[in-house]
């Protein structure tokens, strides 16, 4: 739904819109690479794709050849059209570029799903895969396959709403692609403030130097209380902890152990206010519709006995950098861990530990291309055996029972909005679509 | 948090449809809704049975979904009905095999799942469970705001307009790159203050070809004529209708004229932006700002234009005059004029923002002197007008509305009942 | 030692030991007036911490009842009180105490567990058993932190004002590093906190910069003295092993609520500034007493000197005497016991030249005698024949012509053969005369041992006489002269050879015996009587049938310009061995 419906009045052309964020403007699946990049196609709000920079696709071979019609007449910002070459460059190049968390970690890029990329003609693209990949136009949407090109100049050109004008000052300005495929927006200009903290966000939000900022989750209470305007996505960020199965845990009853020890219920609760929902599943509830079945009770009786009488070895313990709640939390679950007899000890953010607690961003908004999405961004390698739920809950039941991957919290991707600002809405992947958002003029 | 808004609100959604479909169904349909149930409870009860086997079971039916509570022993009912067909007989609450069945939804509907535990083993069954939805009317002082969806589309709609055919009726509906037509196959007869279900069927598919692009708050206007079937208003392009409303066709060409707003105002609309520009023809011989939308009123004096200006208030034009409409701070951009039995006869039924919940609204005005007079009560959409126009025979205003939950695009007639 | 040292010895040590016992006397006692204003300066500054430590506990509980009677805290425990979630409060200890100025500070419910914590903000909901000090003063408490490490600081309790059910705040400062460094200390005062997390003392608990862990170690005595006694303990701790270095330390234990010893506060006292003070006085007494040592001993030389020098004089004259200086004499300059002394001695060397000269004049005597004797001995033995021969020469003049000239023949052979054996008898004897002076060079003695061993190889096989050789294989390096030692070793060989007419062994040896290279020529004849061995090189003296005596007296001539000796002993198989030792050159040098 749109924050402030366009029936107040139509929206308005023109102003520009500050953001402020606390990451990087250009990180994977930030905010900027939305407005500047299209990919091939988008989610809808139920998480089926939809066209974007393709305009039809069609699979045969067993889901194993899909081939892609493009959308005619789009042209890169510099006024060059796009070509099926240019998606056959951007699709090949992905595959070397790490995704989400694993490139802030260092780790290593995440496979691709196809084998081979090819032009088939003019506006015609063709991908083939080495297994049938029924949800390939889904997990086409996610920002790492954005296709984008580089000029003489090596400036990186896009096709979407908004093109890059400057950084400066710590703020990335993007300025309206006139020519915009699907229209031109309603803003002249975005600029988006990087590395800004949440309070001074919230600050500037409410003296009118910033249109929209960031809430965390554990903050939104608080936001309520301060009567801020807020748009909360779906559960799109998974908390979890990660095992690694090695050393200490090499023994699946050890990590089996660990995993019965975490209390989900005081990180919902207390750290992260009630927010998100409580998870021992790959999947938000709302979208498996199963998660239920995986058990998020505690049994510490149990993990005592699972960890037995062996004497307690040092087990690291670290949080993805992400700010003192993940830390907290982190420190929780190691008092938790503490009292079924494993002594942990807690490691810098970010330092590879045998317990890594992780936020997982979830791109997809349909049940098997989410999945498909969540085991491959936390390295598990089951295969998902068909697409109804009853196969989907196998495929992660098979995954969990490793206990490498302790899923804790479902949480939200919350934005505060100031006034002037209308029409804004979140994407199914939880970021503001700020091309269809306009700022109000005075009435 | 009264200015919290939920985005995508799914479970939310969901909820709201499901109790609007509760409320529905308590009146109208307790058979139909037996009937949508019937199938998933046969489906999984045949999988339950083929995990536990015919004997004694312990069952236990938990809702996590957003169904009313009052369905729940329905649904136990069939399922015990449907499992006693298998063999399996529910009932024995020593028995050592146990079945749990959740009613729970997903994104894609419902998703009825059950455990069977025998033991400390426990295996799973799922069915999804398609759910459907229905409608509602607002009803205020002097008169009654009553909606109807005519149908519902997955892609952007502009305008829709019903227009009649000897012993038919065709509803066609205007989006950006095409037109739908659809016949009238079945109406369901209206209960006072409650929704009228129609349903159309679609006829024929009328492709525009529009080669630019779309702006992204794109609007059309599709007016019947009288010489030929309609006509067809859109950013730099103009269609019309050709043929009749059987068989039609439709041409089209590139244009800037002017699109008509009132039965005597045409104005120029800014193709790249989604507003007219002010210029109107023959117009009032003075300089408008740009304005949404227009809606004649009629007066004794001749007929007022109520321009809804983009930058301000909404403008009466009176006699060559220009005068500000007082009390209608909170209008929005849409406006259309409907002829009714109530109040003055004439009234505008206006879009408003609404809360997050509830999302925008409809409401009936009348405009007494420069007094915009609210006549009915608010009509919450559950979703966001993107158009609002006056409906061919002006008893009537045609509404697009998006959504909230699905992001489809419904298209209302909204007419006023007298109270 | 001289008589000089010896007495300069005994006055130095008279001297120096009075001073010392005065120096040590003087030190002892300012050592102990220093030390005991020191300790008295202890004192106050360890009670001036205690209060200040009181202090800060009765801090800590001000701002603790500060905050119990705030507006905020009782709403929350109003809150609280009618429902309202706990969980909203996770971040409010942390609010609270930046605002109150504590570093650690906990919400606690009624049912005594979390709520909130600054310290450790993912403690919530675990119990903080402490809440039934409510209301007490300010105590010590041990804190654990989420990275393991525990903290000490001084905590008190309250229950939030009209809260009910109460809600109780568990507030405290740290007693760290840092906040000892705010401590109110003198310039070289340090105050160190030992945390008393192990059984056993562990330098790492030193909360204080305590700059090295050998240095925390000094402490270790004091530290487990207050440990164990629950009681103040002090004492001298040496850091270093420099005394300016050490400090006057008290170990105060720090007891938490249980009355459990929970850290020890070390507050140390440099002791620089008083040992500075006491090697200051140290130095200026070591002076004087140096002075004072040093003149005393000045005057001891002179007085030494004075009683010691006649006795010198003596002494060097009597040296003079046994060196030959018949002559000596003493200068008599005092009439004291050292007078007569020396006019004693100086009568006794008058009378024992006298003596020496009448036994020279004996002696060269004695030697002419013994030069004829030898003479005569020698001429006698040839001129008997001369005389027999003449005779028969003349007795020979009666008879026939053709017998006379077999007889004149016979005799002047016989004749010619006598003055030629006259002429040896004087060329011997001129050769011992003129015995050359030895032109040195280095050689190595084995090859001399060689040399002379070939040349006489066959002579010894003739007569039947087995000839050993054994040598070193190192070179024997000496300086000699090559021919002169030649011919003492012949005359070695062939005294040797004459020794065993019956033939037997003979050993020539060559070896290094320590400095010096041994030659040994070894026979197995019948050997030398100890008579014939003391006289054996004396000159003339022979114990052979027609030796002159010569022989070794020109060997021992030879060894002794060779620097080296001569010595005759009885050998392994019964004979006679030479043994000559000359000084082996030392590595590197040549002559």
């Known amino acids: 739904m749109a924050l402030a419906a366009s029936a107040r009045t139509r929206p308005h052309y023109g102003g520009t819109l500050r953001i402020e964020i606390q990451g990087d403007a250009w990180a994977p699946d930030s905010l900027a690479r939305r407005l500047v990049l299209n990919t091939l196609t988008d989610l809808s709000d139920s998480g089926t794709a939809q066209p974007a920079l393709a305009i039809a696709w069609s699979a045969q071979n067993n889901d194993q050849r899909w081939d892609f019609q493009l959308r005619p007449q789009v042209r890169f910002h510099d006024g060059t059209p796009l070509t099926a070459e240019d998606v056959v460059v951007s699709l090949t190049s992905a595959c070397a570029v790490p995704m989400g968390s694993a490139a802030a970690s260092g780790a290593p890029a995440v496979a691709c799903p196809w084998n081979a990329v090819y032009v088939a003609g003019p506006s015609e693209v063709v991908i083939t895969t080495p297994a049938p990949q029924p949800d390939l136009p889904e997990l086409l949407a996610q920002t790492r396959f954005s296709v984008s090109k580089q000029d003489d100049t090596g400036q990186l050109e896009g096709t979407g709403p908004f093109r890059v004008a400057g950084f400066s000052g710590g703020a990335l300005t993007l300025a309206a692609n006139d020519d915009c495929w699907q229209g031109r927006p309603f803003l002249d200009s975005v600029e988006i403030f990087t590395h800004r903290a949440i309070r001074d966000q919230w600050l500037d939000l409410s003296v009118g130097r910033a249109d929209v900022v960031q809430i965390p989750p554990e903050m939104l209470g608080q936001a309520q209380q301060q009567h801020l305007d807020i748009l909360v996505s779906q559960p799109l960020d998974l908390l979890a902890l990660t095992l690694d199965a090695q050393g200490s845990f090499a023994d699946p009853a050890m990590r089996q152990a660990a995993a019965l020890a975490v209390d989900r219920a005081s990180l919902y609760n207390v750290i992260f206010q009630k927010q998100g929902e409580i998870t021992a599943s790959l999947l938000p509830e709302p979208l498996s519709g199963y998660s239920f079945l995986f058990s998020t009770d505690r049994d510490l009786m149990r993990a005592r006995t699972l960890r037995g009488g062996a004497p307690a070895r040092p087990i690291t313990m670290s949080a993805d950098p992400g700010g003192g709640t993940l830390q907290l939390a982190a420190e929780r679950l190691a008092l938790n861990l503490d009292e079924a007899g494993f002594a942990v000890q807690m490691a810098p953010p970010g330092t590879p530990s045998t317990l890594d607690l992780r936020i997982v961003h979830l791109d997809e908004a349909s049940p098997l291309a989410a999945l498909d999405e969540m085991l491959t961004r936390l390295g598990q390698t089951v295969t998902v055996n068909g697409t109804d739920p009853h196969a989907l809950w196998l495929a992660e039941r098979t995954a969990l029972q490793n206990y490498t991957v302790v899923p804790l919290l479902w949480l939200p991707r919350a934005w505060a909005v100031g006034e002037r600002v209308r029409d804004l809405r979140l994407s199914p992947h939880g970021e503001p679509q700020l091309a269809d958002a306009s700022l109000e003029a005075a009435r | 948090m009264e200015r919290a808004r939920y985005n995508p609100p799914q479970q939310m959604n969901f909820r709201a449809r499901l109790l609007v479909a509760a409320a529905a169904l308590a009146f109208l349909l307790p058979g139909a809704l037996a009937a949508n149930w019937e199938q998933p409870s046969a489906d999984l009860a045949r999988q339950i049975a083929a995990l536990a086997g015919p004997g004694p079971v312990q069952l236990t039916v938990e809702n996590r979904s957003s169904l009313s509570p009052n369905e729940i022993p329905l649904i136990r009912r069939m399922l015990e009905r449907d499992l006693r067909g298998y063999g399996v007989l529910v009932g024995d609450s020593g028995s050592a095999t146990t079945i749990r069945v959740t009613l729970s939804q997903n994104a894609q509907g419902g998703l009825w799942v059950a455990e069977v535990r025998e033991g400390t083993e426990t295996r799973v069954a799922m069915v999804p469970v398609r759910l459907d939805l229905p409608a509602d009317a607002a009803a205020g002082p002097n008169l009654t705001l009553q909606r109807t969806v005519l149908v519902t589309e997955p892609d952007p709609v502009l305008d829709a307009q019903v227009l009649s055919a000897p012993g038919q009726q065709f509803l066609l509906v205007l989006e950006p790159a095409r037109i739908l037509v659809y016949t009238q196959s079945t109406t369901l007869p209206a209960t006072a203050g409650v929704a009228v279900i129609a349903h159309w069927t679609e006829a024929q598919i009328l492709a525009i070809p529009y080669d630019r692009a779309f702006p992204r708050d794109m609007r059309g206007r599709m007016i019947a004529a009288q010489d030929h079937p309609f006509d067809v208003y859109l950013p730099g392009m103009e269609c019309r209708g050709t043929g009749n409303l059987l068989q039609l066709a439709l041409t089209c060409s590139d244009s800037d004229d002017p699109w008509p707003i009132t039965t005597t105002q045409k104005a120029f609309y800014n193709s790249a932006r989604d507003y007219f520009t002010g210029v109107l023809v023959p117009g009032f011989g003075m300089e408008l700002a740009p304005f949404y939308e227009a809606a004649e009123i009629p007066r004794a004096v001749g007929p007022a234009t109520l321009l809804n200006d983009v930058n301000g208030p909404p403008l009466l034009v009176v006699n060559n005059q220009l005068e500000p409409v007082n009390g209608a701070g909170d209008w929005g951009s849409d406006v259309a004029a409907l002829h009714s039995a109530c109040g003055t006869g004439t009234q505008l039924v206006v879009s408003a923002s609404g809360t997050a919940a509830a999302g925008d609204t409809l409401r009936a005005y009348e405009i007494a002197g420069r007094e915009a007079i609210p006549v009915s009560a608010p009509l919450q959409v559950q979703g966001t007008v993107m158009a609002l126009w006056p409906a061919h025979d002006g008893t009537e205003a045609m509404a697009i509305v998006r959504r909230q939950d699905s992001n489809a695009y419904e298209v209302w007639s909204v007419a006023a009942n007298c109270n | ?591």
């Open chain 3, 1 to 591: 030692m001289t008589l000089r040292q010896k007495l300069l010895l005994m006055f130095s040590i008279t001297v120096v030991g009075i001073v010392a016992a005065v120096a040590w006397t003087v030190s002892v006692r300012v050592r102990r007036v220093f030390e005991e204003m020191d300790r008295e300066q202890t004192a106050a500054l360890v009670n001036q911490l205690q209060r200040e430590f009181d202090q800060r506990g009765s801090d800590t509980a001000a701002a603790l009842d500060r905050m119990a009677s705030s507006d905020a805290l009782r709403r929350i425990a109003f809150e609280l009180a009618n429902g309202g979630d706990a969980a909203r409060y996770l971040t409010v200890a942390a609010t609270l105490a930046q605002e109150y100025q504590l570093d650690d500070l906990e919400l606690v419910g009624n049912d005594g567990n979390i709520i909130s914590s600054a310290q450790w903000p993912a403690r919530f909901g675990y119990p903080e058993p402490v809440i039934f000090s409510a209301g007490k003063p300010a105590f010590l408490k041990q804190e654990q932190l989420p990275d393991g490490s525990e903290e000490i600081g001084t905590f008190a309790v309250r229950s939030v004002s009209g809260s009910s059910p109460p809600l109780y705040i568990v507030g405290g400062r740290a007693l760290d590093a840092a906040t000892l460094r705010t401590f109110p200390v003198p310039a070289g005062t340090q105050v160190y906190l030992y945390r008393n997390l192990t059984a056993e003392f562990d330098p790492g608990n030193f909360g204080a910069p305590v700059q090295a862990v050998s240095s925390a170690t000094a402490y270790r005595q004091l530290v487990d003295q207050a440990r164990a006694s629950g009681q103040n303990a002090e004492g001298v701790v040496y850091p270093t092993l420099r005394r300016q270095d050490s400090v006057n330390a008290t170990a105060i234990p720090l007891k938490g609520a249980n009355g459990g010893v929970l850290a020890v506060l070390v507050v140390s006292n440099s002791r620089r500034g008083m040992v500075e003070v006491q090697n200051h006085i140290r130095a200026i007494a070591y002076g004087v007493a140096g002075i004072g040592i040093l003149f005393a001993v000045v005057m001891s030389l002179w007085i030494a000197a004075r009683v010691s020098r006649p006795i010198e004089q003596l002494a060097r004259a009597a040296s003079q005497v046994a060196a030959g200086d018949w002559h000596a004499r003493v200068e008599i300059h005092t009439r004291d016991e050292v007078g007569v002394l020396a006019e004693t001695f100086n009568h006794m060397t008058e009378q024992l030249a006298e003596q020496r000269e009448r036994l020279v004049q004996s002696e060269r005597v004695a030697a002419w005698r013994e030069l004829a004797r030898r003479l005569a001995h020698e001429l006698k033995n040839p001129l008997f024949p001369l005389q027999i021969t003449v005779e028969n020469m003349t007795r020979a003049r009666a008879l026939p012509p053709q017998e006379f000239d077999e007889v004149f023949a016979e005799s002047a052979a016989t004749l010619r053969a006598e003055i030629e054996n006259l002429k040896a008898i004087i060329a011997r004897f001129s050769d011992f005369s003129k015995m050359p002076k030895p032109q040195v060079e280095t050689i190595d003695a084995r090859d001399a041992v060689r040399r002379v061993t070939a040349l006489y190889e066959p002579a010894l096989r003739e007569k039947r006489i087995n000839l050993r050789v054994p040598m070193d294989k190192e070179p024997l390096l000496i300086s000699a002269d090559p021919e002169l030692l030649h011919r003492a070793l012949s005359n070695l060989v062939l005294n040797a050879m004459d020794a065993m007419p019956e033939g037997g062994t003979l050993t020539v040896s060559a070896a290094q015996q320590g400095d010096a290279a041994r030659i040994s020529v070894a026979d197995s004849g019948a050997g030398l009587t100890p008579e014939e061995c003391e006289r054996l090189f004396t000159p003339y003296y022979t114990t052979k049938q027609h030796g002159t005596g010569l022989g070794l007296a020109i060997v021992q001539s030879v060894v002794a310009d060779h620097h080296g000796t001569i010595a005759v002993e009885r050998g392994e198989n019964g004979g006679a061995r030479f043994v000559i030792d000359l000084p082996l050159l030392a590595a590197g040098v040549t002559a």
